[in-house]
């Protein structure tokens, strides 16, 4: 009987959400797990700790010492300079890096189609260090392009490994931190009016499992360049608000028309659609989002009880 290989793998954030999720699999596949970040939060038993400010190269360096990686999961890359830095940091350090991406990435796609990967390539796209990336109100109204030109900075190296995952919107677990589906909670039960665009379209979605079950996938495989991480199947703010309005005694959507930028935050003025094809091409299969809707807005529901 062959044994499999037990991998070094590195997660550079994740403590939270589907981080912890993700870190959680590694463990279970027997896996040596090392986790970095700033030292603001302990991460799980079983896991080595390594404390350093991802911005700081040096202290970066300091913090990895000598050591080398199968894979690389880095979950908190938001800008350019954060990928310049670890590009630098781990070129000849480990034999894959996955960076956690994001539908964002697409936002300023407009497509009744959903997009493929091929529609933002990041060799196309212009990198500029000198932006204000460390003040967090330019970073939160430019997530995005940070997360569109980290890609550009990994992208421009053929020699670096790397693998973009652009998350769809994530959805389920009692920990999700976001609230945005509490808005919609907080709605339906008060019968407080939900923001939505005159035409109000679809966006995909994941399942918090299914997105660490998908990134614990790709660390195991070798291809690169982006690839779509969705469930099959696009849903509506609608579709959203009777899935919460069925769980919700006496639950009741009421929808008002709003001026884009003053919208709910699944409300979308346009297509926010990806087609996870290429994904599934390379061996993986999506579940469908109707399907786990019930469960996911269960256990959102679940923790205010």
Not at 10 to 17: A, E, F, K, Q, S
Not at 18 to 44: C, E, H, M, Q
Not at 55 to 67: I, S, T, V
Not at 70 to 79: F, G, I, M, P, S
């Amino acid at each position: 009987m062959v044994m499999e290989k037990t991998r070094d793998v590195l997660v550079i954030g994740g403590n939270r959400y589907f981080g912890k999720r993700l870190i959680a699999r590694l463990l279970a596949a027997g896996d040596r797990v090392t986790v970095l970040n700033r030292g603001s939060s302990a991460p799980p038993a079983g896991v080595t700790h390594l404390i350093a400010d991802r911005d700081d190269e040096d202290a970066l360096r300091a913090a990895l010492g000598p050591r080398t990686f199968d894979v690389v999961v880095d979950q908190v890359c938001y800008t350019p300079r954060q990928a310049a830095i670890a590009r630098r940091v781990f070129a000849g350090r480990t034999g894959r890096y996955v960076l956690t991406s994001t539908v964002e990435v697409y936002e300023y796609e407009d497509s009744p189609a959903p997009v493929s990967e091929a529609a933002v390539d990041p060799h196309d796209v212009p990198v500029d260090l000198e932006l204000p990336w460390d003040e967090p109100e330019f970073l939160d109204s430019h997530y995005g392009e940070g997360k569109r030109q980290a890609e550009a900075v990994f992208a421009a190296d053929p020699e670096f490994p790397y693998t973009a995952v652009r998350v769809a919107h994530v959805l389920g677990g009692a920990d999700d931190f976001t609230g945005r589906l509490d808005h919609y909670t907080h709605r339906v039960r008060t019968g407080e009016p939900i923001a939505v665009p005159r035409t109000n379209h679809p966006a995909t979605y994941i399942h918090v499992d299914e997105i660490a079950d998908f990134l614990f996938w790709t660390a195991g495989q070798d291809f690169t360049g982006p690839v779509n991480a969705a469930s099959h199947g696009p849903l509506t703010t609608q579709d959203l608000c009777a899935a919460l309005a069925a769980h919700i005694p006496s639950g009741n959507a009421v929808f008002r028309t709003a001026a884009e930028g003053e919208t709910s935050p699944f409300s979308f003025a346009r297509s926010y659609g990806m087609d996870n094809s290429r994904a599934e091409k390379l061996g993986y299969v999506f579940g469908d989002a109707r399907r786990w809707l019930p469960r996911a807005v269960a256990e959102t529901l679940g923790k205010d009880n």
